[in-house]
Nanobody, 124 residues
Framework: QVQLVESGGGLVQAGGSLRLSCAASGRTLMTYNVGWFRQAPGKEREFVAGIRWNGGITYYADSVKGRFTISRDIAKPTVLLQMTSLQPEDTAVYYC?????????????????WGQGTQVTVSS
């Protein structure tokens, strides 16, 4: 089973930006839909953004719409999550995963091959 690896997290002040990267061996990220999720302490894992396998369609949680952008870097290949105007409520561990059944929904149990996550902390 291919393991996904997230990177790019860190500590940033409110209003700042970060870019997260999701990498995997082979063509996994180019074959399946990919989603970003996050989980804050004491809260359930929640959907953040998704991108269809061919990169043509993206969708976002209302809480991040207009601030976050999901995209593919075909050359590497990786899936990126550009986060701007970060707020303290964005603080969480961020995970990427693949939707091998092409459901393209915001339901976390549609996704597999979860990585270890990357911590994003936004200070006020």
């Amino acid at each position: 089973q291919v393991q996904l690896v997230e990177s790019g997290g860190g500590l940033v002040q409110a209003g700042g930006s970060l870019r997260l990267s999701c990498a995997a061996s082979g063509r996994t990220l180019m074959t399946y839909n990919v989603g970003w999720f996050r989980q804050a302490p004491g809260k359930e894992r929640e959907f953040v953004a998704g991108i269809r396998w061919n990169g043509g369609i993206t969708y976002y949680a209302d809480s991040v719409k207009g601030r976050f952008t999901i995209s593919r870097d075909i050359a590497k290949p990786t899936v990126l999550l550009q986060m701007t105007s970060l707020q303290p409520e964005d603080t969480a561990v961020y995970y990427c995963a693949v939707d091998v059944n092409y459901q393209f929904r915001d339901t976390w149990n549609d996704y597999t091959n979860w990585g270890q996550g990357t911590q994003v902390t936004v200070s006020s």
